[in-house]
């Protein structure tokens, strides 16, 4: 690889292998009829959402109202859906001024949640949209069956200032039959209380090459599928020169003949594991591992002669692209070993 | 606990436990005649770094050119060890540039870094003190053997613009007599090719209080001390009291009966585990156990009724509290449970 003249370590995210990812997700979805809402926590860049939906993306997702104050103040965006049980008076407040700016949708689980939004919403001009979140095997936020999904869509309709929308999953990877026959049942019981599920959210990078054989979702939400990384490529869902985003480090030591240390740890690489070994697949040299991290040091270990040098540069696929992301408050925008600009990661560390 | 009327994921720092933590550790090193050097990366705040040298510290220590250019730009730091190869022209530059300004030292553990280093600072005013790094058993940098530290101090000594000031090392924990044979045989050949070690640089906050077991250490670099965290409360170095960094966070959803949902995940807890089982220590609740983060949410578990409800706060103490501090542009500064202000993390994502 040519040696890139930058300081490190720094965060490089190819624009060829961005678009050509985004154009490919798209054709696919396209090809099926299934709509695209991409999530914008892994680039939190505006520019980037702005192609996902020039290429046909129907509008974005946001995890927080942060995030998607900051994708909004850079225009351009029309239509956003946050995937966040929405709560606390500070933010349904700020949720009611940005629906006044876009078309906005969230999504709930609980009592609780509706009623905040409902007394936030009661006197808007149009009823804020609400997504049914339900479990279906990934344990996390969600209803836990379809009749408790139907009976919070009935009270959401039910709710001034809120408007019943559909349903909305985070599947677990591998489940789709499973998560299929959970979504229709909980569409067939609010279809027979007489009202309507327009949307049926599903999302995942790990299977997005499965997304259509659950032909009842009519939108997936998909984030790491832009830039790709090396938990995607265990899977086998893309391949290393599909992964966009990487990290450029140098080599600052190398104590011994089988141990080096590059000047990327955890303030970069983070110490996701996403059930991986090592903390990054270091390109061009599947012997070595990157076994260790402390904030500022990345320790990497081979089993035969090491081969580096003080000064060389690395470029790391890491586990996980989107944390990655937050890390630094600017990437480098490369094509290929050229590099383009630095740009700001304007939403990064948007967590309320 | 009284609710704290702060919006969540919000990372509190309470200022009167850290000021207990640096007092205290200041008293013991004073009773054993031994510096105090503390590392900037824990709280990344210059007030705080101010308020350590007020209580008797000799400087800071930092990790990278970066942290210390931004804590020198508030002024009133005038002695700074950076404890970093630092290489390449870029860096060594500004590194030239910031010796200008204050009393600066830095450490190598290779020829190529301190070449580099000496061709910087061959017409300086004055000449740059390193220290050499030493690997005594932690294998991440640092020469290999008491003979290798011995010949690059020599080097260090021939080299225009360079002045060789002592040996750094950052210890393995609970190894400190194997540490000091180690450095008392580098100390001993390097005084014997006729050179002074002014300086004996150790540090640590897990063997903290066994810092006076090597009396040879002349500074003791010390980071997490400030804030402590549930890694450090694990190892008995400190109670949960002492703990002066916490996340405040949201129920936000309440499953089931044994499993809750907040609203902070990896992108304030991180996913730094340090040997330990579960993502934090929920405070007044042992029962719970955060067994799950993805970016924005955390999973918590019971083995009893989870007790729990939408809307109720938690504060909870992070595994490891210095890359806690670096995931939010700001901290909440608090006194118990009064709120004082929102500040700046300055030094925050400071890689380079």
Redesign the interface.
Known sequence: MKKIAL???AILVDLDVVEANIAKFQNYCDSHGLKVRPHI?THKLPRLAHYQIKQGAIGITC??ISEAETMISQGGIEDVLIT??I??E??TKRLRALSEKVRLSVVA??A??IEGLSKAFADAPAPLPVLVEC?TGA??????TPEIAAELAQRIDTLPGLKFLGLMTYPPTGKLPEVAKWLAEARDLITVKGLSVEVISSGGSPDMWQAHEMPLATEYRIGTYAYNDRSLVNRGVCTWDDCALTVLA?V?????KH?A?I??G???L????LGLTGHGHVLSRDDLMID?L????G?ITSQQDINL???DQLRIVPNHA??VA????HVELVRSETHLESTSVIAR?Q??
Chains 1, 2 share one sequence.
């Open positions: 300081d490190t370590p926590k995890q927080k966040y049980n709560l606390g500070a933010k689980d609980n609780t949640v479990n344990d996390r936020c969600g209803v836990a140098t600052i030591s190398v104590p011994s141990h240390v000047d990327a955890s303030k970069v983070t110490s996701d594991l260790q402390s904030e500022e040091h320790r040098k003080v000064g989107c944390v937050n890390m630094l408050d560390g967590v309320w």
